[in-house]
């Protein structure tokens, strides 16, 4: 069918799905976050005959004052939760929730508690290379399954090039003094915006969510969202 100009293939015209922007705060090294990550991308996926989605990663350091060489991570966390039993108790529990989501948590491998701030560097950096959920990704696995060292930057940069990133830009994003600095801007500005906890999602700038949680309170999320994230338009007979 050809009209006016325009020729448009016989049931080629469909409506455009509306669009749902998806702000996520989160730090590399929170096991609820990589839970979070899965969840939210079941929920996606469940919508994606319905909507149309743009996700973007936002840093969030839960321990800004680590040293540039980590710490200990099962001493750390023992001593943060109250013991080695404790320690025990509530990771065995993460990894079982974890499991349930296909994720592997393996915490025996993890040895160093790392700064995040070079990691938030790349991922962000990685953002204008429309590799961002990738590398995201990449450092939650490399951390958690791996248990690969994510205080130095030879395995930052590796993980980040595995997944896609060019070499060149993850070493150049935790060389910069400005993009480590911004790091720490960005994670000022979310904070002025409550959030004292990850992960926390923002859908398109006015709905927060808190928490790792179940797929289908995303999708509802979604559908209240449905008005607003479609366009506005002028129908036959109606007001403009």
Same mark, same amino acid.
């Given at each position: *069918? /050809? !009209?006016?100009?325009?020729? @448009? !293939?016989?049931?080629?015209?469909?409506?455009?799905?509306? =669009?749902?922007?998806?702000?996520? #705060?989160?730090?590399?090294?929170c096991?609820?976050?990589?839970?979070?990550?899965?969840?939210?991308?079941?929920?996606?996926? *469940?919508?994606?005959?319905?909507?149309?989605?743009? #996700?973007?990663?936002h840093?969030?350091?839960?321990?800004?004052?680590?040293?540039?060489?980590?710490?200990?991570?099962?001493?750390?966390?023992?001593?943060?939760?109250?013991?080695?039993?404790?320690?025990?108790?509530?990771?065995?529990?993460?990894?079982?929730?974890?499991?349930?989501?296909?994720? =592997?948590?393996?915490?025996?491998?993890?040895? $160093? &508690?790392?700064?995040?701030?070079?990691?938030?560097? @790349?991922?962000?950096?990685?953002?204008? /290379?429309?590799?961002? @959920?990738?590398?995201?990704?990449?450092?939650?696995?490399?951390?958690?399954?791996?248990? #690969?060292?994510?205080? !130095?930057?030879?395995?930052? @940069?590796? +993980?980040?090039?595995?997944?896609? &990133?060019?070499?060149? $830009?993850? /070493?150049?994003?935790?060389?910069?003094?400005? =993009?480590?600095?911004?790091?720490?801007?960005?994670?000022?500005?979310?904070?002025? &915006?409550?959030?004292?906890?990850?992960?926390?999602?923002?859908?398109?700038?006015?709905?927060? +969510?808190?928490?790792a949680?179940?797929?289908? %309170?995303?999708?509802? #999320?979604?559908?209240? &969202? !449905?008005?607003?994230?479609?366009?506005? %338009?002028?129908?036959?007979?109606?007001?403009?």
């Open positions: *069918m /050809e !009209k006016a100009g325009i020729a @448009i !293939k016989e049931g080629g015209l469909k409506s455009l799905k509306p =669009v749902i922007k998806i702000d996520v #705060v989160s730090d590399v090294v096991p609820w976050c990589y839970i979070g990550k899965r969840r939210l991308e079941k929920a996606m996926t *469940m919508a994606s005959d319905k909507f149309t989605f743009e #996700v973007t990663y840093p969030f350091e839960l321990n800004p004052t680590t040293p540039p060489s980590g710490f200990n991570q099962r001493e750390y966390l023992a001593e943060k939760f109250g013991g080695q039993e404790r320690y025990d108790s509530i990771t065995g529990h993460t990894s079982g929730v974890a499991a349930q989501e296909g994720l =592997v948590m393996n915490y025996d491998k993890q040895v $160093i &508690l790392p700064n995040t701030r070079k990691a938030h560097a @790349i991922i962000f950096a990685s953002q204008s /290379e429309k590799a961002q @959920i990738e590398v995201t990704e990449a450092f939650f696995k490399a951390y958690f399954t791996d248990g #690969v060292d994510l205080s !130095k930057d030879e395995n930052l @940069i590796s +993980v980040a090039e595995a997944a896609g &990133l060019d070499r060149n $830009i993850a /070493e150049t994003a935790i060389n910069s003094q400005a =993009v480590i600095d911004s790091i720490s801007e960005q994670e000022h500005e979310i904070q002025k &915006l409550g959030v004292r906890g990850v992960p926390f999602y923002i859908f398109n700038s006015e709905h927060g +969510v808190s928490g949680q179940a797929p289908e %309170t995303f999708l509802n #999320v979604f559908n209240e &969202l !449905k008005s607003s994230a479609t366009g506005d %338009t002028c129908e036959i007979g109606g007001e403009c």
